[in-house]
């Protein structure tokens, strides 16, 4: 009877899963080593097993450092450049200290340091202004051509989202449109023309308040023309 397929899933019993990587390391190091002499070519192995024992194969003719060199050297990659830009920093800072001193050091790092603080502040204050200037608050300050431009900006932003929502609206439309005619019922309104209706009550009611005016005694011919807000109809 032929032995059964194992199935490929993480072994929940310690020593089975210690066991079967003792055999599976012994047979992947075998196959590094007939590469090696049949097929002359350069294989590197590096294993830690979960209890982090090292296990390692190179090829004869080449060291580990060799291996590493010839890695970078085909994929363009420098695996080492974080270990010597902190090395590069060290070596620099100690030179500073060597041409100025320890106290003097200190003294200039934590000019650095305070100037960098300064720098970060004053664009968190930007950014917190400019985040309230959007808000409609903080605008006494500011002059003709900014209240113009921030104006712009949000013109700008406002048609980005109204060109993103009715591009959704279309799109739903329309497939609400072909799931009609597979059911071959009918729908009485669509999603866009519900959200027309509901912007154009909302405009409407945005300028009312907007152009609002008080009523004097003297005009009742306003008050009782007929021509108050809610004789107003949408066609």
């Not at 450049?81 to 200190?106: A, K, P, Q, T, W």
Request: glycine letters at 6%; one cysteine or more; proline letters at 1%.
């Amino acid at each position: 009877m032929g032995r059964g397929k194992i199935k490929i899933e993480r072994i929940e019993n310690s020593t089975n899963r210690q066991v079967t990587y003792s055999k599976r390391r012994s047979g992947i190091m075998k196959k590094a080593h007939e590469l090696t002499v049949l097929c002359e070519a350069e294989v590197s192995l590096i294993m830690f097993s979960s209890t982090g024992k090292l296990s390692e194969f190179i090829s004869p003719k080449i060291t580990t450092k060799q291996m590493f060199d010839k890695y970078q050297q085909v994929t363009g990659t420098n695996l080492w450049n974080s270990h010597y830009e902190v090395i590069d920093y060290l070596i620099c800072r100690l030179r500073e200290i060597d041409r100025f001193g320890v106290d003097e050091f200190v003294l200039i790092n934590s000019q650095r340091m305070q100037e960098n603080l300064n720098k970060l502040e004053g664009t968190n204050r930007k950014i917190r202004r400019e985040i309230r200037h959007r808000i409609g608050e903080d605008l006494n300050d500011l002059s003709i051509d900014q209240l113009r431009s921030l104006e712009q900006e949000m013109e700008n932003s406002l048609r980005t989202v109204r060109e993103r929502k009715y591009h959704l609206i279309g799109s739903k439309t329309e497939t609400y449109r072909k799931k009609e005619g597979r059911l071959g019922g009918s729908y009485s309104m669509t999603i866009a023309e519900e959200d027309y209706q509901q912007s154009a009550f909302h405009q409407l009611n945005e300028g009312s308040h907007a152009y609002s005016f008080r009523l004097q005694p003297s005009q009742p011919n306003l008050q009782d023309g007929g021509y108050g807000l809610h004789d107003l109809r949408l066609a």
